[in-house]
């Protein structure tokens, strides 16, 4: 069991790492990311999560920039993709860090993963006009 939480960018990718693994090899969020992301653009996603992450849970500056919401407005994705996105993010996070961190890592997917079901129905229902 692991008694460490996290505390820093490098942890973050740690975690971002591990996780991604698990979700290419994944039969359900596989393919989404595999028609998304070439594989050689994987280590470039992979540093622009840590850095979202990093500025997201740990208030650094991070050099993030983006719009995660509209990234995934128009993606082939139901609410089962995003149960075992979250299902394998929980796992992944706690199979490597435990603490106060870890816990609101965990929530913070939970919300945005709700904020994203919530504008890609809008979307949907709005003719896919853009709602962000």
């Known amino acids: 069991m692991n008694d460490r939480d996290i505390h820093n960018s490098e942890d973050l990718s740690r975690l971002i790492h591990a996780f991604y693994e698990q979700v290419r090899s994944d039969e359900l969020l596989g393919p989404v990311f595999a028609a998304r992301i070439p594989a050689g653009h994987w280590p470039e996603h992979l540093a622009t999560m840590t850095r979202f992450w990093t500025g997201a849970l740990l208030s650094q ?20 993709h995003f149960t075992r996105w979250l299902l394998l993010f929980g796992q992944t996070v706690d199979a490597l860090f435990v603490g106060e961190k870890a816990a609101e890592i965990k929530v913070r997917a939970l919300k945005m993963g709700e904020m994203f079901q919530a504008k890609i129905a809008l979307a949907r229902g709005n003719g896919g006009k853009s709602v962000l």
């Open 61 to 80: 500056p991070a050099g993030y920039r983006g719009n995660p919401g509209a990234k995934h407005l128009y993606l082939p994705i139901e609410k089962e």
